[in-house]
């Protein structure tokens, strides 16, 4: 791991990193066993990639403007969107602050919070995050604009335009791609030619840096001068953080494109494992602060589920609400 003292981290924060971490997790976790028990339908996983995402968030401010992608579960928890909004959006249900239970799970936002709404197509949170950072910009205010992007998502042309634009106009913007070397089941060496995806900055005229996205510091620390950057006016970074994707990637994917040898060695990449080892091995935390962090926990993911599985589903006349202009039409 990075050294955290250097970056200016104390042990209650890297405590709260793991919290946070963990918390991701059990959410995550228990979506898939409610997807096997056939209670909700889709499930996909942040798994693995809670390092790059909570040590990204702990870069943040309040203010701070974020338009996620799909795999962001430990993000956007950080950010404020609640286990039980989470729940209420997997199970499809009324109170769903997403949809209203018409979106498909994973389509995270929140305004208050400042996440934006997403959409299906890969890649279109880009442009939506580049259009906040040129309000943030032209308001002067001092906040930045954030977007995560799955490495397959770099090679759609949203992503070039984005960029290219927030590098012309040198706005408060950052691009983290969690680069988890599977496009759905095309590998890495099928996706792109290049050695590392940072350097793809070059052409945009933007800083790029690729960072071990398994440690949660050392993504911390690149998110904390990237950000400092676009607030001294100096303009965009580009963040490939190298991830492990643990599952496949969706409930509905069958992962047999990896060899047994790969999905075997899975869990010797898991980011969670490594930081509790190290966060251990350094006398930070004990068995006994982890025993509580999974009674706290667990508790917090049981009380969420109970709660969104008893709400009530949408009504039926409110199918086409938001679909269609509501009232008459004036003909003039």
């Known amino acids: 791991m990075f050294d955290y003292k250097s970056v200016g981290l104390d042990t209650s924060e890297l405590k709260s990193m793991y919290k946070w971490m963990d918390l991701g997790r ?18 996909i996983s942040c798994q693995g990639q809670e390092a790059t995402q909570i040590g990204m968030a702990f870069a943040m401010q ?60 890969v890649a279109t949170q880009i442009l939506h995050a580049v259009g906040a950072a040129l309000a943030l910009k032209m ?11 799955g490495e397959g998502s770099s090679n759609q042309g949203d992503f070039h335009e984005g960029l290219n634009f927030a590098g012309v106009h ?32 070059i052409g945009y005229g933007i800083h790029g840096e690729q960072v ?11 998110m904390k001068e990237a950000r400092e950057r676009a607030l001294s006016g100096e303009g965009s970074t580009l963040i490939e953080a190298m991830c492990t994707r643990l599952t496949a990637h969706s409930s509905d994917d069958d992962d047999k494109y990896r060899s047994q040898e790969e999905r075997e060695g899975l869990k010797s990449l898991d980011c969670n494992q490594k930081f509790k080892s190290f966060l251990l091995e350094e006398g930070i935390i004990d068995e006994q602060w982890l025993d509580e962090i999974e009674k706290e926990h667990k508790e917090i993911v049981n009380q969420a589920t109970k709660e969104a599985e008893k709400a009530p ?12 202009e509501e009232g008459s039409l004036n003909n003039g």
């Open 139 to 149: 308001d002067s205010k001092q906040n930045i604009a954030i977007t995560t992007v």
């Open 26 to 43: 059990k959410i995550d976790e228990r979506m898939w066993l409610l997807n096997r028990a056939g209670k909700i339908p889709f499930v």
């Open 170 to 201: 040198k706005l408060p913007f950052i691009c983290v791609i969690e680069n988890n070397k599977y496009a759905i089941s095309v590998p890495n060496s099928l996706q792109y030619g290049a050695e590392k995806l940072s350097d793809r900055a």
């Open 313 to 324: 589903y949408p009504s039926p006349e409110e199918t086409y609400t938001h679909v269609y």
């Open 62 to 121: 309040e203010g701070d403007i974020s338009s996620p992608y799909y795999r962001d579960l430990a993000l956007v928890t950080y950010l404020g969107m609640t286990p039980l909004d989470s729940m209420l959006a997997a199970f499809g249900k009324r109170d769903d602050i997403s949809s209203g239970g018409k979106q498909m799970p994973s389509h995270f936002s929140k305004k208050e919070k400042g996440i934006l709404s997403q959409g299906s197509p």
């Open 212 to 222: 071990d996205g398994n440690d949660p510091i050392a993504v911390y620390k690149v």
